[in-house]
């Protein structure tokens, strides 16, 4: 595949947060907060690190992504779109009737996976793709993101135990650790704050990074397409709403668009890029 | 309690999967640790690397289940009826939503499962698994009939299907030429004057309630209806046309099971007086299975005493039991 630069990835990353602030304005809904926090990480996975061929979706060696926080779809959808999976067009659709950009991820959609929007499901799923990459002898890759709201389900820590016992060192879990879910902050939701000894102690390598690093995202992905053994759970410390100073942190911005016309236009005029 | 030879619905299933493992290189089955009861155990021994124990996780076993449909294999899951119902969510957004050919066979279903009581004699589930879109509902009533759904299942199923097996052995009813075909149900004894249509070991009673019946001078034709979605609507409304009244015995709560799905028929396309004989709004006990059967007013008897109340010059549904 092309061989993209930090340069061009950050161009990238611009991209799909121009598209997320488009897609869910036009829909008056959708959640920008925790899709705009994973931009950077899709931009280095379907730009660099992902072996995927948009012109041949279904090759049995490609590598398979599982976005398990399913609400941040516009996120995906807008990387899909960018990386030639189909066109950008169709982008205005989502959330509309006759559209097939359903509001949560949809399998329907090209590139992806697994439908997702129950949260704690995805990594199970990725779990079983990663268990029939081994069945199968193949060297595929099977990345899971997961939100740091989402890992307050149990299904997810049953799943971690699945992860460690059949020893999926092709398994790659990314941990989108924005600090912030629907009704506040995770702090003060579900406290966890010692992810980093509860992955190792699942057994795991554990990496923890700046999410929003260009070099720190590709070095713990090639760390852990190296593991032997074991499956690997990045923790990227991101920041929910990146890019839009005023969704920062913000948990109003978890589901909600722009407000106004005049937020629409502060949103793409704060990340930038071309129209 | 029960005539003639009975076999074990589990041990055929176990004994199925490992044939079909042979057969089908792809196929893999999940278990959330009671292999050694459902009988998945029969196929881990002989294929271990096809086979994977999830451990007491079952939201990990149907999510997993879900990765490797995705993945090309075919996938049967089990686990006791109950605890599968926890999982209802993952069956719904990552099995059923995804349209994925995942095969969830569970065993210990029903007031048979016995002295272990209550919590672990679910009478909801063909309603709960009917209700999932994509979802297809069988309930075999002997071992053969068990051995034909898991052979079409592993060779011509698609998307997501629930099969209900026993704890205990049942009554052998079928020939073994006998061939499942989904969507369709099988008369075991043809009768003019009522139709009693069964789901489970509750044909073979209503098998010989039909005998007794018959001396009461009432000839009841008997229907296996294992295919619960799809249900055989034509069988129902020839059944109504013929025999003017229907009665339907389960193993199961009359909420949102046989009897619910029969009376939907009826009602759209010949209304005719559907009983339905099952557990009422009512969980199980500890107990004998088949003692059970009594307890509840589900026993040959009280299927005799139903169907005959159809016949009453004021025939009322409320006066039973």
Redesign the interface.
Known sequence: MEQYKEADLKNIATSIRRKIIEMVYSAKSGHPGGSLSIADILAVLYFKEMNIDPLDPTN?ERDRL?LSKGHASPGLYAALSIRGFFPESLLSGFRKLNSKLEGHVH?GVPGV??????L??????????????K??SKNYHVFVIVGDGEIEE??IW??M??GS??RLNNLIVILDKNGVQLDGYTKDIMPIENVKEMVSSFGWNAIEIDGHNFEEIISAIEKAKKSKEKPTFIIANTVKGKGVSYMENNPKYHGAPPASQEEYERALREIGGEE | MLKGQSESLRDAYGEELKTLGAKYTELVVLDADLSSSTKTSIFGKAYPDRFFNMGIAEQSMVATAAGLSLSGKRVFASTFAVFLMRTYEQMRQSVCYNNLDVNFVVTHSGITVGEDGATHQIVEDVGIMSGLPNMKVSVPVDSIETRSVIDFLAERGRGPNFVRLSREKFPVLNDKNYEFKQGKAHTFKDGDDVTIIGMGVMVSFALEAAEQLKNKGIDARVINMSSIKPIDRNAIVKAAKETGHVVTVEEHSIYNGLGSRVAEVTSEEYPVPVWRLGMRDTFGKSGKGWELFDYFHMGVDDIVKMTEGCFREEPRYENFP
């Open positions: 049995p599982v399998r996976e697994a439908s997702t929007g129950s704690g499901q995805g990594l199970g799923i990725g779990v079983g793709m990663a268990l029939a990459g069945l199968d149990g299904s049953e799943a135990m699945a016992k059949y």
